[in-house]
């Protein structure tokens, strides 16, 4: 029997707006059996934009072929990716989202005993097809493109972070530095709000967010394609300690995310409904970039381990990780089907 109950997780960002609800993004739990030895429990942040949030909803549950049968889940939502590699560190979870920095920070601090390692390929940004992280303005401000940034007052989420590197990019490549502007940290929800009210001239959203500046005619002053190559900006990853003592449960969760990327894109309009009444997201707000050419790239779990390494360089380059390192020894997809 599936167990499921909701607790709050979020720890940035202050309102939504009119299409998010805050509970949507407010953190949720499902539980299937224990963590224990036949158990495994996986972290994520973001929901639907991180496509392992969907094995916390029930009925998606059901179509995979292993989970509940092969193996116990225990599904839950941190505020941040640090978050989920501290719960990682302390063996409070097993498999974890992180982003490009998160990963290569936590390999280079050594936070996890044991080691770190990815495992599945999570979502990529700066595909030319799909959706990059964009940078907005107001419909009628000044800033039109990148050059417009100098003395600009920036939206950022998390200064020093993945999203913060594409900002660098972007900066260095018109001549600019972080001294010539200033980054303001805020969530993500409150940026087009922030926009209005001028406590801030651009801000750079998500796909999730994207759907409200798009529709309202915002300026697009650029997005990561604009600079960057494709690379992996997400991504599963577990303790080598977790592959050591739960190998088969690992191969079987990994079998149901590949199923589950599966179902998704053969199943879209439903897993829309279902996911959106689940993490109480308006419909119209997931239909409008789920799976669509507003979305990031999502295709098999499998690992680019060149693109990795180019997720890795990319923040180096900015200086926002002290060095780089290969990837290939800390990534690997031995364990996807």
């Avoid at 059996?33 to 998606?60: H, Y």
């Avoid at 977790?242 to 179902?263: C, G, H, M, P, T």
């Avoid at 790239?297 to 200086?319: C, F, H, K, P, T």
Wanted: with cysteine; net charge negative.
């Amino acid at each position: 029997m599936v167990e499921y109950t909701r607790r709050d997780a979020l720890k940035r960002g202050t309102a939504l707006g009119a299409t998010v609800g805050l509970s949507g993004l407010a953190g949720c739990s499902g539980i299937l059996g224990g963590g224990g030895s036949q158990g495994l429990r996986f972290n994520f942040t973001v929901p639907i934009e991180n496509t392992g949030s969907l094995f916390d909803i029930p009925e998606i549950q059901d179509e995979l072929p292993n989970v509940g049968e092969e193996y116990e889940l225990n599904v839950s939502q941190d505020g941040a990716t640090t978050d989920s590699v501290n719960a990682l560190a302390a063996g409070e979870t097993d498999v974890v989202l992180v982003a490009n920095v998160s990963y290569a920070n936590t390999i280079l601090g050594e936070a996890i005993p044991g080691g770190l390692t990815a495992i599945a390929s999570g979502f990529g940004d700066a595909y030319e097809d799909n959706y990059g992280f964009t940078v907005y303005s107001l419909p009628d401000s000044d800033i039109t493109e990148p050059e417009d940034l100098e003395d600009a007052t920036l939206a950022v989420n998390t200064l020093g972070g993945g999203i913060y590197a594409v900002w660098m990019h972007q900066l260095r490549e018109v001549g600019l530095s972080e001294n010539d502007v200033e980054f303001v940290e805020q969530g993500f929800p409150t940026f087009a709000a922030g926009l209005r009210d001028g406590i801030f001239d651009a801000a750079i959203f998500p796909a999730l967010f994207a759907p409200e500046p798009r529709s309202e005619g915002f300026t697009e002053v650029f997005r990561s394609q604009d600079v960057l190559d494709p690379y992996p900006h997400a991504f599963l990853a577990t303790g080598n300690n977790v592959l050591d003592n739960k190998e088969d449960n690992v191969r079987a969760f990994l079998d149901d995310y590949q199923s589950l990327i599966d179902y998704a894109f053969d199943n879209r309009d439903e897993v829309v409904s279902l996911a959106s009444e689940h993490f109480e997201i308006s419909e119209e707000t997931v239909d409008a970039f789920y799976l669509t050419e507003n979305d990031y790239y999502r295709g098999s779990a499998e690992i680019n381990m060149d693109e990795l390494q180019y997720a890795v360089d990319l923040v180096n380059d900015v200086d926002v990780i002290e060095e780089s390192f290969d990837v290939t020894e800390y990534a690997t997809n031995e364990y996807l089907p």
